[in-house]
């Protein structure tokens, strides 16, 4: 067996106590649950439960899938933020569809949301980009994102100039940094079970508001 065979096959999920869940519990909308389970997880000790998976497809239909950040959950939807120029720009900017996934595994817990991708106005993606930190100005100034690079110094030259105009000129704008909000069509719940008896709770949009219903694990 190859380290790496040793390795993957000794891994265990799920090693500590669970929460449960009772979806009979659960509100009408799927907004509230999320935000309840975010902060359960963030005071459960897990790292970085703001980070994501963001899937989208590009224009030969081959799904993409990248990590990125959450900026807000509300009454309009899933907020991430990037480049328009970048490659999840440009796929959403040509086909405005995307699924998220959450993964918090001190609770043994995922969230999936899949839905139609709106863009916010040039407004909230300034004032989005300076809600955060130098670093992140620094790097929305770098820009050209998902481009080739030709050589790791080239890149230092472009960070050590954006660092020195974002210290210097807080209140510098990148013009092609977007806010994104993924308009829920669809939210999974989902809460391990130590013995695979899994709880999955999927909202699905519909005319007259959200249904509810119970998934087989």
Known sequence: ????????????VWDTDLPSF?????????????????TAAAAAGQTEPHTLSLATVDEDGRPDVRTVMLHDA?????????????????????????????????QGRQVRIRGHVTTGTPEEAYEDLHARTTGAL???LVGRQSEVLDSPGTLAAASAEAWRRAEEEPDAAAPTWTLYVVEPAEVEFF????????????YRR???GWARELLWP
Do not use: C, I, N
Request: net charge positive; charged share 25%; no cysteine.
């Open 74 to 106: 509300d009454a309009r939807g899933w907020h991430f933020a990037s480049h328009a120029t970048s490659a999840k720009g440009r796929q959403l900017a040509a086909r405005p569809e995307a699924a998220l996934g959450f993964y918090w595994p001190v």
């Open 191 to 202: 809460q391990g079970d130590a013995r695979r008896r899994h709880v999955r709770l999927r």
């Open 138 to 140: 620094a790097s929305a």
């Open 1 to 12: 067996m190859t380290d790496f065979h040793h390795a993957l096959r000794s891994l265990r």
């Open 22 to 38: 009772d979806p009979a519990s659960a509100p009408p909308e799927p907004l509230p649950l999320f935000r309840d389970w975010f």
């Open 206 to 208: 519909t005319p007259d």
